[in-house]
């Protein structure tokens, strides 16, 4: 009887099998087709951009103007999550930050279903302080990027960003959100 590789489950033929060399090549030509046509039709990133200029007071984390993108999980269950955009704030005070993190959920509608992983300073950008006593916004480029597992392979999620201050009396500024999903092939 063939043996088969443990992963893959590609079949060859072991020292006992009967001589069928062309049987044995055929069997594993068609089992490394089906596992590229299974890599070739595997998830592939999706990104999502929004150029809109947000701000809150909030020290909550804010979702501002609608901004993520939809993915279905890879049979590995994991993806890399990378972030960015121009954090911002009118204050000139230096203690006072903009934050941005993402959050992920189940289902396809960007903003709705049970959060999977939720917005968090570990998970952030921030903060970014300008350090500046200078009147107006400024703005500095930030991201991040995460693995994220646990997801249930071929189910659906969406992610967004979310962006806060970290002074309820000033204003945090985000623009020029990215969001980019790259599944991770593999176990």
Do not use: C
Request: charged residues 15%.
């Amino acid at each position: 009887m063939p043996g088969s590789t443990p992963v893959y489950n590609l079949p060859y033929l072991e020292l006992d099998d009967p001589p069928d060399i062309a049987g044995g090549l055929q069997d594993l030509a068609e089992a490394v087709e089906t596992q590229l046509v299974r890599i070739d039709t595997t998830v592939q990133p999706v990104e999502a951009y929004q150029a809109a200029n947000d701000t809150t007071t909030s020290t909550a984390y804010f979702a501002g103007t609608l901004h993520g993108a939809a993915f279905t999980a890879p049979p590995s269950g994991k993806v890399y999550i990378t972030a960015g955009g121009a954090l911002g704030t009118n204050s000139v005070v230096e203690n006072v930050g903009s934050w941005m993190s993402f959050e992920v959920r189940a289902g396809g509608t960007v903003g709705s279903g049970t959060v999977f992983l939720s917005a968090a300073d570990s998970r952030s950008t921030g903060p970014w302080r300008p350090n500046s006593a200078a009147a107006g916004y400024k703005y500095a480029p930030a991201s991040l990027r995460l693995l994220v597992s646990g997801l249930t392979p071929g189910d659906t999620y969406n992610v967004r960003t979310l962006f806060r201050s970290d002074n309820a009396g000033a204003s945090a500024a985000v623009h020029h959100r990215q969001l980019l999903v790259e599944p991770v092939m593999g176990a």
